[in-house]
């Protein structure tokens, strides 16, 4: 994969669009809270009127969706995309989506969870690198940190991100960063949709996911051939898995899946949901470090 084109930094009064691409939008008090945030630093928000008419489990129907990404994506005045939320339902936009429809020129898609079909859609058909963090309905619950994260790394304030975990696998990798949900991911594997993997570090979160199913989803990642491929992998957060006393922890299936694969991995990373979730820039030139269990990236596309 090569590092993605990204767009130019935004500033406050700027007009941004709030899209819901994937989970019909339940979340109502939080999604006024992620609002806010936005408003409050000075952004004009365009919301689309019918943006709370589920369509089943879905935000709206396929069409109606991909209808609604591809207008922001269009308008002019537009600099940024915000998803409400993710759940589910974005890969069904890109049985429909015709990536020539969009403009090629780069604007900021922001999302994480099940936006990551979305983001990856972007970095492989139009070279254009989103950014994988809060959605509009967990901004609100997001620590001060983390969205002053956000902000600075859109408005252009820092132009170096470094997080810190625990490392192992010593030594350190070069390589251009694509953050992803895990299910969402493996389910990408053997579509057109899937970037080339050579020269990547890949950034993995889920949530609800019980050790033994991460164990499976990173057991088909091993038999594609995919992981083999990697410079280096950064773990985030894998929140509200089950765990009954049979079971390996998710630390000891990650050890066991990945360890031979002779490449630097950095755990317990601060992204992911319920917590923090840093912003991760798809595309971008990152360095992971497993001995002092870091994991930074630069906005800088030159290797």
Known sequence: ?????????????????????SGALRERERFEQGLKIWRDRGYELTIPDDLSQPWGYLAGTDEHRCQQFIEAWNDPDCVAIACARGGYGSMRLLEKLDWQELSDRPKWLIGFSDITALLWGLAKHKGIGGLHAPVITTLGNEPARSQQQLFDWLEGKVNVIALSGEGWNNGQATGVLLPANLTLATHIIGTDLCPDLENV????????????????MLTHWRWSGHLQKLK???IGRFSQSEVSTLSFTMEEVWRDRLTNLGIPIVMHLPFGHDGENAPLPVGCIAEIDADNGT????????K
């Open 1 to 21: 994969m090569q590092p993605t084109k990204f767009p130019s930094i935004i500033t406050p009064s700027q007009k941004v669009r709030v899209i819901a691409p």
């Open 201 to 216: 570090i890949l950034a993995i979160e889920d949530v609800s996911e019980a050790p033994y199913r991460v164990d499976r």
């Open 232 to 234: 280096g992998i950064a």
């Open 295 to 302: 994991l930074s990236f630069s906005r800088s596309i030159k």
